[in-house]
């Protein structure tokens, strides 16, 4: 017999509320094939679930916009950093700074290597260390270095930071609204499991047939799976079906029938208002 297969993604999840929501707007309350109250908690999922998920993917959408900007931001103040240590770098070995590389942290101890600046910590730490050791040097009169500047690297450093806290907030948000979804995700399954079980039990007095069981529940979304081997005894089963119809077809005789033409009479046609269900 097929299975039952529960949502797997978030617009899956949504479908199933959806479609369970649409057929029960299209019948009337006898034929709802699940307790009333379900209909209110159904509405309310449902509801909860897509407010929750847009929330989600505007997180994320953001985050990934401003992603872009915030690498612009990220390797402008790294080009400035590093261009400003290798001007320091190389007026310390020409001896134009008389010595005040001991101003700036443990640059001495690199050997006139610039350090790693693969980072966004490296970068600040780096930053606050050469903004603070020129700024010292400069007050204890050194000549300041120029092209870049300390203060123009100051200003794409600030400017960076900023980029960085923003960055972060986005970050945030989007963890906390995954972690949410991941709990809603779980109880959103329970739900919808809940209410399929419901409905199948009540299909099972009213379908004469489990074909008949399966059409009805799928209408109101839920999601049956076939075997490998359900799926090749259906094939055959519908080629088999397909045979047998053009054998009767071939072996029918063709009769040929007079018939008078009488006067056909107009028949008014008659609509007939039948419930999908009726329960007792």
Known sequence: MPYRRLPTTDKARLRALETALQKVNEVSVKNIPFARHSVE????VKTQFENTLKHYELNINQQSANNKKYK????TARLYLSHFMQVLLFASERGEINGGIKY?????DLGGRIPSLNTEREILEWGKIMVDGEQKRVREGGSAIYS?????????????????????????NTLRTFEKMQTLRKTTNEFISQLWTEIENHLELEAKTPEQKRELAEEFGIVYVLRRKERKLLQQQKRELKTEVQEEEKAEPVVEEKVEMEEEIPVRPQFIQRDLFQFN
């Open 41 to 44: 908690e159904l509405q309310s």
């Open 72 to 75: 612009e931001v990220f390797e």
């Open 104 to 108: 700036y942290g443990n640059l001495k």
């Open 148 to 172: 870049p500047s300390i203060a123009l690297v100051k200003f794409k450093l600030e400017e960076f930071n900023d980029a960085a806290i923003f960055q972060q907030n986005l970050k945030r």
